[in-house]
């Protein structure tokens, strides 16, 4: 059964940093292009980057310069780094395939960001 768990949410003031995880289970982590996407309140979800099984990434152009995605194929987990954040960054964080599936959407992981 796959499972995608994501972690290291929090409360930064702008301008910090903040690391989030995204535990997989399952052997389709090691072929699948995954993503990271996030829905801040009263709007739509959103895609925020994206890498490859050959860990190719691309961004969305909000967050371009500012996060990175990467993946460890060893620990079944994607990461994305996040700096100089923004109180627009301001969202709950899911990590999913690329395309995603609706069942493997987890709980995420809520990031604030206050001005």
């Known amino acids: 059964q796959v499972q995608l768990v994501e972690s290291g949410g929090g409360l930064v003031q702008a301008g910090g940093s903040l690391r989030l995880s995204c535990a997989a289970s399952g052997t389709f982590f090691r072929v699948s292009a995954m993503a990271w996407y996030r829905q801040a309140p009263g709007k739509q979800r959103e895609l925020v980057a994206g890498i490859t099984s050959g860990s190719n990434t691309d961004y969305a152009d909000s967050v371009k310069g500012r996060f990175t995605i990467s993946r460890d194929i060893a620990k079944n987990t994607v990461y994305l780094q996040m700096n100089s954040l923004k109180p627009e960054d301001t969202a709950v964080y899911y990590c999913?395939?690329?395309?995603?599936?609706?069942?493997?959407w987890g709980q995420g992981t809520q990031v604030t960001v206050s001005s």
């Open positions: 999913n395939t690329r395309p995603f599936f609706t069942k493997y």
